[in-house]
């Protein structure tokens, strides 16, 4: 038996009980979170705990954003996908398992890439930012948009067995670029290459979303001007105070709007498993795919469509894989050369 609440169902009562009961939560903290809108950037490693801790908690809406489709990769680490979505999109996997967990709240899934000229619009609006990319040109554009519409933003990042995490708060704490902003992907080891361990995903992604949590329920984050760094090897966690850069081309006291230190690549080629080439397009907005005349020119390619799901798909011919989303976004692999993977793109984009 659950008592009434103004605001929520009998069913919602019971389902938060166990939070709700907290001193420093109670009923107004749930009707806080259920009145939120927060934006999670990547569902891989940190995006899925990130994605199930705030949706069961009631956060009332929750946009998806991430370019991928599930691969059997994934699958040891991102909790959120079984094998019954190999191929699919991983906004709306997630969705649909998210809406099974609380069928309470709202999810948005945007199956996109987060690039310089999208990224205001992917979070306006939006009480907080979760950023769980794996790579540093989207961070970029994700940082300056925040700090332009002054959107809160909880950063996490992972590989190895290391971990860290802080939350920028615009007007008032440092952002990406005072301190992380001569990083660029060539010289960061990526999970295809290095790996990653799950335990210190499920760390980072917790102390983002117990960040998020405090803000939206009005208290103060711990994380503000500091990056919280774990090693799961001797598990020590370690405070490092950041501090803001005067100069800083976003936050600084003369912001300059010239590009992020990463310019967006439509086209790029990222080191795969095992080496293979893996070749990704990103469209810098502007398209929307008609799967069904898309599914045509792939089988006259002589490609088996292996998946058919709403938001993209995923074929295969032979050694050659790809997925493309209703976006745009396509991603190849088993092509030798560029030509080839450019060729597919242009004949299956100017469908
Ligand atoms: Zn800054």
Redesign the pocket.
């Known amino acids: 038996m659950s008592a009434r609440v103004a605001g929520f169902t009998e069913n919602e009562v019971e389902y938060y009980s166990r939070q709700m009961v907290m001193k420093d939560f109670g009923v107004e903290g749930q009707r806080r979170l259920k009145r939120a809108k927060v934006c999670i950037v990547g569902l891989g490693g940190l995006g899925s705990p990130v994605s199930i801790q705030l949706a069961t908690m009631g956060v009332g809406l929750l946009r998806l954003v991430d370019r991928d489709v599930v691969d059997v990769s994934n699958l040891h680490r991102q909790h959120l996908y079984g094998v019954d979505v190999i191929g699919y999109p991983k906004v709306e996997a997630a969705a649909e398992r998210l809406n099974k967990l609380n069928p309470h709240i709202t999810v948005e899934p945007m199956p996109l890439s987060v690039t310089p000229s999208n990224a205001e619009d992917l979070i306006k609006g939006m009480d907080l930012v979760v950023d769980c990319l794996d790579s540093m040109a989207p961070r970029y554009s994700l940082n300056r948009a925040c700090v332009k519409l002054g959107i809160p933003l909880i950063h996490g990042a992972v590989i190895t067995q290391i971990g860290n995490a802080t939350t920028i708060i615009p007007g008032e704490t ?2 990406l ?2 301190f992380q902003g001569g990083l660029d992907d060539d010289s960061l080891p990526s999970c295809a290459i290095v790996g990653v361990h799950p335990s210190i995903i499920s760390i980072v992604a917790s102390i983002q979303v117990s960040e998020a949590v405090k803000l939206l329920l009005g208290k103060t984050p711990s994380l503000r001007n500091t990056l919280l760094f774990c090693d799961l090897s001797d598990l020590s966690f370690e405070r490092i105070n950041l501090a ?2 005067e100069n ?1 081309p ?3 006291s003369q912001p300059r709007s010239n590009s992020s230190p990463i310019a967006h690549e439509p086209f790029q080629e990222i080191c795969g498993r095992e080496g293979r080439r893996v070749f990704v397009f990103e469209p810098d907005g502007g398209v929307n795919i008609d799967l069904k005349a898309l599914y045509r020119i792939l089988e006259g390619q002589g490609f088996n469509v292996d998946v058919r799901a709403k938001l993209g798909t995923s074929f295969s011919r032979g050694p050659v894989k790809g997925s493309i989303l209703v976006s745009g976004v396509m991603i190849l692999e088993g092509f030798n050369s560029s030509d080839d993977a450019v060729r597919l793109y242009d004949t299956l984009i100017k469908s």
């Open positions: 440092v952002c670029e005072c803001r850069m800083c976003v936050c600084g």
